[in-house]
């Protein structure tokens, strides 16, 4: 992201400064010379009409100006604080004439009037180089945690309601195409459905009645922990603090709930989304080989997506402090250990493990991730051989198995058995079923699983990320 803070006192000081900016960020992106005319023009033609429009009684305004590149588009961004003008381009009306104008040369062209935010000119242009590792700067910026007098008074953060449905859809779809990993979001039915009955719960941010973010809480019976995700923010909204205040209205939801943590599984593709989840109080417990099927993709992030199934790691922001209550095998007992510390809980040694009623493994399947659950209530290892052969019959490429640290009598023995078919340690899911905590350990049977350019962010990341592979050449899985 390039960027630059004008004082302006004329036209004549603010336009040098502009185009040694775009100049300067064409060179770094490797443009040709087309898309260097169109950024060039689409430029001019927005700083001309905030120069002309925004401070046309004042001596001196401010204007800032900044261009971020994503895979195949520059988004550009012209901010003023001065004349407040009525909002314009889509859904919100015909742009005025000068704006219009360049729609030969760029897209999504709009005038967001932000109240005491001041006001946004945006726009997209096309671009022939992707330059995939420029222009991420943008999914850093949302990742501060703003009070609400930091937002613009003219954006709503609220509750979702099923009359948001079709939107959420839609924003989703601009953000992930059709590849986000939790299908469902496009389906304006399910949404509405799910909206209505509490299983999922979203905050939305809304500007002139169209929906710009979004961020889910997604709880489950009788499991006192649920996932957030879908967070998205529109292209035009970044960089105004939204991802920070949706996630506080999340949070206190979650609260509300009496839910004893919240989860994330942030993708291992690059570090941004788990810098976010970090600086939200998130805590690494778990690295998750193959979990995201190939071919998810993300604007700002390459348009073919990765080639290979691909990990997520797994972190947890606890609500309730209480230490937790579990039998540690001895395999993992310094591994477990180091992530009850990491996530800042204590633990106690189960006295004796109360064995569960009912089935001693129960399975779990996701078709259209093609992924398999096992949860381990007891140890009986022929019942989960068999379920473990019905699994894969079902063409899972990967399976984990959660191994209860509360209701397993014989620890031991079990990650033995669980490690003699292939399992090797993943980490650690807290409050799951019946509030109990699993050590989850993961099977891989497909060869399109990315191993070798898994990306960690943090230094416990990293030093995870390297137990795993160690303990997956231990197992031989």
């Known amino acids: 992201m390039t960027r630059v803070k004008l004082n302006v006192l004329s036209d004549t000081s603010a336009r040098p400064l502009v185009q040694a900016l775009v100049a300067a960020f064409a060179s770094e992106a490797g443009m040709s010379d087309d898309d260097v005319r169109r950024l060039e023009t689409a430029v001019d033609v927005l700083l001309d009409f905030t120069?002309?429009?925004?401070?046309?009684?004042?001596?001196?305004?401010?204007?800032?100006?900044?261009?971020?590149?994503?895979?195949?588009?520059?988004?550009?961004?012209?901010?003023?604080?001065?004349?407040?003008?009525t909002s314009a381009g889509g859904i919100l009306g015909p742009l005025p004439e000068p704006l219009a104008a360049i729609a030969q040369d760029a897209q999504?062209?709009?005038?967001?009037?932000?109240?005491?935010?001041?006001?946004?000119?945006?726009?997209?242009?096309?671009?022939?180089?992707?330059?995939?590792?420029?222009?991420?700067?943008?999914?850093?910026?949302?990742?501060?945690?703003?009070?609400?007098?930091?937002?613009?008074?003219?954006?709503?953060?609220?509750?979702?309601?099923?009359?948001?449905?079709?939107?959420?859809?839609?924003?989703?779809?601009?953000?992930?195409?059709?590849?986000?990993?939790?299908?469902?979001?496009?389906?304006?039915?399910?949404?509405i459905a799910a909206l209505s009955t509490g299983e999922l719960v979203s905050a939305v941010a809304i500007h002139d009645g169209r929906l710009v973010g979004h961020h889910?809480?997604?709880?489950?019976?009788?499991?006192?922990?649920?996932?957030?995700?879908?967070?998205?923010?529109?292209?035009a909204y970044r960089g105004l603090g939204l991802f920070g205040l949706l996630f506080e209205h999340t949070l206190g939801t979650a609260v509300g709930h009496g839910l004893a943590s919240v989860f994330g599984d942030a993708v291992t593709i690059h570090p941004y989304s788990q810098r976010a989840e970090s600086s939200h109080g998130y805590h690494e417990t778990a690295l998750q080989l193959g979990m995201v099927p190939a071919q998810t993709t993300m604007r700002g992030f390459g348009s073919g997506g990765p080639r290979k199934r691909t990990a997520t790691l797994r972190s947890y922001r606890p609500l309730d402090a209480r230490s937790r209550q579990v039998a540690l095998p001895g395999?993992?007992?310094?591994?477990?250990?180091?992530i009850y510390a990491n996530v800042g809980l204590s633990i106690q040694p189960v006295a004796a493990?109360?064995?569960?009623?009912?089935?001693?493994?129960?399975?779990?399947?996701?078709?259209?991730?093609?992924?398999?659950?096992?949860?381990?209530?007891?140890?009986?290892?022929?019942?989960?051989r068999q379920q473990m052969r019905y699994v894969l019959s079902r063409h899972a490429d990967v399976v984990y198995a959660d191994l209860d640290l509360a209701s397993v009598e014989d620890v031991d023995?079990?990650?033995?058995?669980?490690?003699?078919?292939?399992?090797?340690?993943?980490?650690?899911?807290l409050h799951g079923p019946d509030g109990h905590d699993h050590?989850?350990?993961?099977?891989?049977?497909?060869?399109?699983?990315?191993?070798?350019?898994?990306?960690?962010?943090?230094?416990?990341?990293?030093?995870?990320?390297?137990?795993?592979?160690?303990?997956?050449?231990?197992?031989?899985?």
């Open 439 to 477: 050590l989850r350990l993961q099977l891989l049977d497909s060869p399109a699983i990315e191993i070798e350019q898994v990306v960690c962010d943090s230094e416990f990341a990293q030093g995870l990320m390297k137990d795993v592979l160690d303990d997956r050449s231990r197992v031989g899985g």
């Open 353 to 384: 493990c109360a064995a569960a009623d009912g089935d001693a493994v129960t399975v779990e399947l996701d078709k259209p991730r093609a992924l398999g659950f096992l949860r381990v209530r007891r140890w009986d290892a022929d019942a989960l």
């Open 331 to 338: 395999a993992y007992r310094e591994l477990l250990e180091g």
């Open 216 to 235: 889910a809480l997604m709880p489950r019976p009788g499991i006192p922990s649920a996932e957030t995700g879908a967070a998205v923010v529109h292209s």
């Open 51 to 85: 120069l002309e429009h925004a401070y046309p009684d004042d001596d001196l305004g401010e204007i800032l100006v900044k261009l971020e590149l994503d895979a195949d588009v520059v988004h550009v961004t012209v901010h003023d604080w001065g004349l407040p003008l």
């Open 108 to 191: 999504n062209v709009q005038l967001l009037n932000l109240g005491s935010g001041g006001k946004r000119l945006v726009a997209d242009v096309p671009v022939s180089s992707s330059g995939d590792d420029h222009g991420r700067d943008h999914h850093l910026e949302e990742t501060a945690t703003l009070a609400r007098s930091d937002v613009p008074d003219a954006i709503e953060v609220r509750a979702a309601t099923a009359d948001d449905a079709e939107a959420i859809a839609q924003l989703l779809y601009e953000n992930y195409h059709l590849s986000y990993v939790h299908g469902d979001f496009y389906l304006p039915r399910f949404l």
């Open 413 to 429: 023995e079990a990650t033995a058995g669980l490690n003699e078919l292939g399992f090797f340690v993943s980490g650690l899911i």
